[in-house]
């Protein structure tokens, strides 16, 4: 598509927190920019968000409503709609409506987290049943607390978690533990309790205890686990963005992929990162697209002023 016949300068795919500070900044550089947004947030589920300067505490929806107000008022257009298809060029297809021309895109369109089919995990999940020590782990401190094994990431979980309860018990499920691992989770003071794990011990909407398969029910007050966290790619994928060797789309600092004009932020690029982390994504990203769009108006400026300037004959 011909960049001076594109209706926006940059389609921002996903309004999480580093779609929507993208969109912000690129609306205070006077650039035309669409938001498309599926709905279905990440941290949905969570009641309160942390790590997040002047913002600690706050709900994960009113953060995005207020993110939302924001790029409004810098001229930012915000739509619901699925993204079907974005093809080189850049035409970008919504699911049942129009195509939209574009001569940048941002993909932010995060990640979701499968969980294991524990009874009673997902019905928990973000409001007992944790994942991040430092965005929950504070509001938890001091009181009986569980790592379940459903992942291998979940021994680090429990040596980190320790930092904030005395009394953490690893329950090691399916995942077959080292020597090493259960030498460290016991110079870190962590109980191991072998078992394999039946469900989670719910009563009137709060988590009691995670009942093992024998019929052990050891009492908690918050379980952690750690999810298979996916992101939602399959736009950069199909686009031909290279991945790197943890099976991420790769970007550079800013976001830049492998394919030219196509940038990425938040967690469908770093499923580790955090709301405050996204956010900054963002931003690096919308710096980084604006010089490019101005590299290109420049060269455009360019030719046109020495087309203008070129003697008749």
Not at 96 to 101: E, Q
Not at 182 to 191: H, I, M, V
Request: hydrophobic share 40%; glycine share 10%; with cysteine.
């Amino acid at each position: 598509m011909n960049s001076e016949n594109a209706e926006y300068d940059v389609v921002v795919v996903g309004a999480g927190a580093a779609g929507l500070n993208a969109a912000l900044l690129l609306g205070r550089a006077r650039r035309k920019v669409l938001v498309v947004d599926a709905g279905g947030p990440r941290n949905a589920p969570a009641a309160h968000m942390h790590g997040f300067l002047s913002r600690d505490g706050l709900p994960p929806s009113t953060l995005l409503e207020l993110g939302r107000a924001e790029i409004a008022r810098y001229g930012v257009r915000l739509v619901r709609g699925r993204v079907e298809e974005i093809e080189h060029g850049f035409s970008v297809r919504l699911e049942g409506g129009p195509v939209i021309g574009t001569r940048r895109v941002l993909v932010a369109t995060g990640l979701y987290d499968e969980l294991p089919a524990i009874p009673g995990v997902r019905e928990q999940w973000g409001k007992d049943v944790l994942h991040c020590p430092y965005c929950h782990g504070y509001e938890v401190a001091d009181q009986p607390l569980a790592v379940l094994g459903t992942h291998p990431g979940a021994v680090h979980q429990a040596l980190l978690l320790r930092q904030w309860s005395d009394d953490v018990v690893f329950l090691p499920h399916t995942l077959d533990l080292t020597a090493e691992d259960r030498e460290r989770l016991d110079a870190r003071g962590l109980r191991v309790v072998e078992g394999k794990i039946d469900h989670l011990v719910v009563e009137e909407g709060r988590l009691r205890g995670v009942e093992l398969a024998d019929g052990r029910v050891l009492p908690r007050a918050a379980v952690f686990l750690f999810p298979r966290m996916v992101p939602h790619d399959q736009l950069l994928t199909r686009l031909g963005c290279a991945k790197d060797d943890s099976g991420l789309v790769g970007t550079d600092r800013t976001g830049r992929t492998s394919v030219p004009g196509v940038w990425a932020a938040g967690n469908v690029v770093d499923p580790r990162a955090q709301v405050v982390t996204a956010a900054g994504m963002g931003s690096s990203a919308a710096f980084a697209l604006n010089a490019d769009l101005l590299d290109e108006d420049v060269r455009t400026a360019v030719e046109r002023h020495r087309a203008a300037s070129a003697p008749t004959r």
